[in-house]
């Protein structure tokens, strides 16, 4: 009887102690709490924060550095263990609107916390993650040098051994005898028509206009008197035998002056009462005649 009982009690705690760690495997973190799910380890922390967005923009908004930073510092830098004595502290969270809020509280003696391997400083409280401290001592990542690429071997230049070094032509210098500069005159290099032409010694003086002799104005021509003789009168066509009167040689004849017309174009004037004189006088000497031949009959 007492064996049976026995077994009874020990299936009954092993129930109890599965049931124990079921419930520790599915524990979830406090209210307000920076995390999403408890972790046992710094290594932890940091993979959270790697793979949770929320997780890293609320560490990102309150430590004021970037997210791989962060997990970079508390995974090289932090480690996991508990207060050795009640400490008071300025816990900040964030509630579900994500806001950043803080309220100060007195932590326990033997409450999980994250510290500083170096200092041991508290920063993180272990079970919701939330920090104890509005700034963390992060290095700064130095500045990754970018790689140098391997250059060709440049090959060197073998030089010869002899170098002929060239040869600076000579230059001889004579001297030359100095002779007397001779001047050149102008007198040498022009005539003498052309320097006294070119050159005068003054300046001539204007040469007065020439004095303009009077010239007479010829005047009218004086016709000569009419031949009232009997016969014909041919002395109005003078003028016109003359001009048509031809002359030797092939010179061109000269333009007559003003006068010359005026004269014949008076003697043309004078040609038809003229003409017309003579002509009744000849007929009137016929008759004459005529009148005389009949009464000598």
């Known amino acids: 009887m007492r064996f049976f009982i026995g077994i009874t009690i020990a299936t009954l705690g092993s129930l109890l102690l599965n049931i124990a760690a079921a419930a520790e495997s599915?524990?979830?973190?406090?209210?307000?709490?920076?995390?999403?799910?408890?972790?046992?380890?710094?290594?932890?922390?940091?993979?959270?924060?790697?793979?949770?967005?929320?997780?890293?923009?609320?560490?990102?908004?309150?430590?004021k550095r970037s997210a791989w930073e962060f997990a970079e510092y508390v995974e090289k830098n932090l480690r996991l263990t508990r207060l050795e004595r009640a400490q008071t502290f300025n816990v900040y969270y964030s509630p579900p609107d994500n806001r950043l809020m803080?309220?100060?509280r007195t932590l326990p003696k033997g409450t999980p916390v994250f510290v500083e391997r170096a200092t041991g400083k508290p920063v993180l409280k272990a079970n919701c993650g939330n920090p104890l401290t509005p700034a963390a001592s992060i290095p700064t990542p130095q500045a990754t040098l970018p790689m140098e690429l391997a250059?060709?071997?440049?090959?060197?230049?073998?030089?010869?051994?002899?170098?002929?070094?060239?040869?600076?032509?000579?230059?001889?210098?004579?001297?030359?005898?100095?002779?007397?500069?001779e001047e050149v005159v102008a007198a040498d290099v022009l005539p003498t028509e052309t320097l006294v032409e070119t050159l005068p010694e003054t300046a001539p003086e204007p040469a007065a206009p020439p004095a303009l002799e009077?010239?007479?104005?010829?005047?009218?021509?004086?016709?000569?008197?009419?031949?009232?003789?009997?016969?014909?009168?041919?002395?109005?066509?003078?003028?016109?035998?003359?001009l048509l009167t031809p002359r030797g040689g092939n010179d061109f004849e000269p333009i007559p002056e003003p006068t010359s017309l005026l004269a014949l174009g008076a003697g043309l004037s004078l040609f038809y009462p003229l003409s017309r004189r003579a002509f009744r006088r000849s007929q009137n000497s016929s008759h004459r005649t005529g009148d005389s031949s009949t009464r000598s009959a």
């Open 26 to 63: 599915i524990a979830v973190v406090p209210r307000n709490s920076y995390l999403i799910r408890p972790v046992a380890s710094a290594r932890e922390l940091a993979n959270q924060i790697r793979t949770e967005p929320v997780v890293a923009q609320r560490y990102a908004r309150h430590f």
């Open 102 to 104: 803080v309220v100060r």
């Open 151 to 181: 250059s060709a071997a440049t090959p060197t230049p073998v030089l010869a051994d002899m170098i002929d070094a060239p040869q600076t032509p000579t230059i001889a210098l004579t001297e030359i005898a100095d002779a007397p500069i």
């Open 214 to 242: 009077a010239v007479a104005t010829p005047s009218s021509p004086q016709l000569p008197p009419a031949i009232t003789g009997g016969g014909f009168n041919w002395l109005p066509f003078l003028p016109i035998v003359a």
